[in-house]
C-alpha cells in the first residue's frame, strides 16, 4: 500500500478541466445545462470529500453501531431513490412492498456475503461492510427499480390478457405470471450483461480501484468475482421478493384487475 | 331399413324436439345413437350425421316444433304407423312440458336494484337456468358491464346479484369463475400453440389436460381446419375469436357467458358454429348467455331475450 501514488491538490485541479471541455461544448452548441454539470461537479466533490472524511473516522474507530447506522442510512436513502425513480405513482402498499423487499433482500444477501464469504472479523469491520453494503445496495436499487417500472407498465399493456386469464378461472398468481416473470427479467439484464462483458469490455472499479491502491491483480478479480456473485444473489433475492408483494396490490380481494390501489 | 331408421330418427328427432325445453338430453347426435341402440339399430355417427344433413337441408330440421309435427305427419301419412309413432311422441310431449314448467322457474342469476356508475341501472332481472338467453342493445347500453358483473369481474356499485340464489359477493371468486366462464370479445391468446392455447385454461382452473382427440374434435366443431401445434398468433381475428371460444368449450362449464362471439365471423360460419354450439349446449343444465348485435342470430339460438338500452331493460321468453 506505501506505493500508492498520492495526487497533489494541483493534479486533481487538473482533472476539473475535464468539467471545463464539456461546458465550452454545451455553451457553443446553445444546450442549456450549464448549471445542471456545475451543480453536479460541485455535489459529486463535495459529497466524496466529506464521505472520504466519514470513512477515515469510521475505520480509525470501528464500533458496530456506526457500521449499522452506515447501512441503515445507506439502504432509506436506496428505497428513496427507488421511488423517486418510478415512472408512476406509487400507492402506499406499493412503497412499503419496495421497502421491505429491500430491506429483507439487501440485508440477507449482504450479511451472507460479509459473514460467510468473506468472513470478516470483527464482523463489522467498516472498511469491508461499507463499501461492499454500497455496490450491493446500489445494483439491487438499479434492479427494484427497473422490476417497479416494468411490473406497473406491464400490468398497464397487459389488462386484457390478465383478465382473460381471470375468466378462464385463473388465480391471480396464474394470471400474473408472464408479467412478473418479465419484470423479472427484464430486471436482472443489465447485471447478467455487465458479467458478461466484464473483464473485457471493462474493468469493474471495484476491481480497478484495488489495483490502482497496489493490491495484486489476482486478489482484486477475486474480490471482484465474489463480489459480482454477490450482487447477482442480491438483485435477484430483491427483485423476486418485491415482485411476489407486489403482483398482488393489482387484484383485490374478489380478485378482480384493479388499478394499482391507492390506500 | 333404410326407411325404419330414417323413422326411427324421426322418432327421435320429434322427441329432440319436444326435450329441448326440458332440456334433459344430450347432444342431439348422441342422444340419436344411443336411442337407436336401444331399438336394434348399430349405426356410426359417419351414417347418421349425413342423414340428419340431408334432413336439416330438406327443412326438416326446424326449431319451432310445431313446424316440425307438420313435416313429421306429412311424411308420416305416406309411412305406416305413422299415427301411433306421433301419438307416442306427443304422450312424451305431454310429459315433457310438465317437467319443462318445472325447470324453468330455476333462476340462474338475480339482479336487484345493480347500479354501476352511469352505465348500468337494473332494478330487476333474473335469467333463467338451462336455457339460451341473448342480451341484445345498442353500443354503449351496458351489455358486456352486465356480463362483467355476472362474472365477478367487477363489482356493482350498489345493489345484489346473486347466483343459485347465493350472494355472488359470498361465493369464491375462483370456484364462481370456473362455473360461469367468460369468453371476452376480443380474443385473449395466449404464447404458444393452438394446443397450448387450449390446455392453458384448463390448467388455470387446475383441471386435467384434455386428449389430442378432445382437442382435435373441438377445432372441428368451431371448424378450425389448424393443426394442435400451429402457432396461434398467426391465426386471423376471427380464427382467434373462434379457439378462444372452444378453449372455453373443453373447460364444460356451468354457465358460459358469451360477448359477441361471432363478431369477427363470416355470416355464414356464425351461423354454423352458433348452431353447433347451441346444440351442444342443449344437454343437461347448461346455461348461456350470449351478447349479440345480430337479431338473425339470437332468433336463431335464443330461448329468452334481455334487450338492454341506456335508459331501460326488457326481458321476455322468445
Known amino acids: ?263 | 331399413m333404410e326407411d325404419k331408421v330414417l323413422r326411427k330418427l324421426f322418432l327421435g328427432f320429434i322427441q329432440i324436439h319436444i326435450l329441448h325445453h326440458a332440456k334433459e338430453q344430450p347432444i342431439f347426435g348422441l342422444w340419436m345413437l344411443e336411442e337407436l341402440k336401444e331399438h336394434g339399430y348399430s349405426l356410426s355417427a359417419g351414417t347418421l350425421y349425413p342423414i340428419l344433413h340431408t334432413m336439416e337441408s330438406d327443412g326438416l330440421l326446424v326449431k319451432e316444433e310445431r313446424n316440425v309435427e307438420g313435416k313429421i305427419r306429412k311424411y308420416y301419412r305416406t309411412t305406416e304407423n305413422g299415427n301411433r309413432v306421433l301419438e307416442e311422441a306427443q304422450k312424451k310431449h305431454t310429459n315433457c312440458s310438465r317437467k319443462s314448467r318445472i325447470d324453468r322457474r330455476v333462476n340462474m342469476f338475480e339482479l336487484k336494484n345493480v347500479r354501476v356508475n352511469g352505465i348500468i341501472h337494473i332494478d330487476d332481472l333474473t335469467i333463467p337456468a338451462n336455457q339460451f338467453t341473448c342480451i341484445l342493445g345498442p353500443s354503449g347500453s351496458g351489455k358486456t358491464t352486465l356480463l362483467r358483473l355476472l362474472n365477478d369481474l367487477s363489482s356493482p356499485d350498489e345493489g345484489e346479484i346473486s347466483f343459485k340464489n347465493e350472494r355472488v359477493a359470498d361465493i369464491d371468486p375462483l370456484q364462481l369463475r370456473r362455473t360461469v366462464l367468460m369468453v371476452p370479445q376480443a380474443p385473449v391468446i395466449f404464447d404458444g400453440s393452438i394446443e397450448d392455447n387450449l390446455q392453458i385454461g384448463l390448467a388455470f382452473s387446475r383441471k386435467e389436460a384434455a386428449g389430442v382427440e378432445e382437442m382435435e374434435s373441438v377445432l372441428k366443431l368451431f371448424m378450425l381446419d389448424k393443426k394442435l401445434n400451429d402457432e396461434a398468433e398467426n391465426l386471423s381475428g376471427g380464427e382467434k375469436q373462434r379457439l378462444s371460444w372452444a378453449r372455453a368449450m373443453l373447460l364444460d362449464p356451468e354457465v358460459f357467458l358469451l360477448d359477441e362471439p361471432t363478431s369477427a365471423l363470416d355470416e355464414e360460419t356464425a351461423r354454423t358454429v352458433l348452431t353447433r354450439f347451441s346444440e351442444y349446449t342443449k344437454q343437461p343444465s347448461k346455461t348461456v348467455i350470449m351478447i349479440t348485435h345480430s337479431k338473425t342470430l339470437a332468433e336463431l339460438v335464443a330461448e329468452n331475450t334481455i334487450e338492454m338500452s341506456r335508459y331501460s331493460l326488457r326481458s321476455g321468453v322468445s
Open chain 1, 1 to 263: 500500500m506505501d506505493d500508492v501514488m498520492d495526487l497533489s491538490f494541483l493534479q486533481l485541479a487538473a482533472a476539473y478541466i475535464f468539467i471545463l471541455i464539456l461546458i465550452v461544448i454545451v455553451r457553443v452548441r446553445g444546450i442549456r445545462r450549464e448549471k445542471e454539470i456545475l451543480l453536479a461537479t460541485v455535489r459529486m466533490s463535495l459529497q466524496l470529500i466529506l464521505v472520504g472524511y466519514l470513512l477515515v473516522y469510521l475505520f480509525d474507530n470501528p464500533n458496530p453501531f456506526y457500521t449499522l447506522g452506515i447501512i441503515a442510512i445507506m439502504q432509506v436513502f436506496a428505497v428513496y431513490n427507488v421511488y423517486k425513480r418510478t415512472k408512476h405513482p406509487l400507492g402506499i402498499d406499493m412503497k412499503k412492498h419496495i421497502a421491505i423487499a429491500m430491506g429483507v433482500g439487501i440485508l440477507t444477501s449482504l450479511f451472507f456475503f460479509i459473514l460467510v464469504v468473506l468472513d470478516v472479523t470483527p464482523w463489522y469491520e467498516p472498511r469491508y461492510f461499507i463499501p461492499i453494503a454500497g455496490m450491493i445496495i446500489g445494483n439491487s436499487m438499479t434492479g427494484v427499480s427497473l422490476g417497479v417500472n416494468n411490473l406497473i407498465s406491464g400490468f398497464d399493456s397487459h389488462r386484457a390478457q390478465i383478465e382473460g386469464a381471470l375468466m378462464l378461472g385463473a388465480a391471480p398468481k396464474d394470471a400474473a405470471k408472464k408479467i412478473v416473470n418479465e419484470a423479472f427479467d427484464s430486471a436482472m439484464l443489465p447485471t447478467i450483461n455487465s458479467m458478461v462483458g466484464m473483464g473485457i469490455i471493462f474493468l469493474p472499479g471495484m476491481m480497478t480501484g484495488q489495483i490502482l491502491s497496489g493490491t495484486s491483480p489476482i486478489v482484486a478479480v477475486e474480490y471482484q468475482i465474489a463480489i459480482m456473485l454477490g450482487i447477482v444473489g442480491s438483485v435477484s433475492l430483491t427483485v423476486i421478493l418485491y415482485l411476489q408483494l407486489a403482483y398482488k396490490s393489482f387484484f383485490n380481494e374478489r380478485f378482480q384487475l384493479v388499478k394499482e390501489r391507492k390506500k
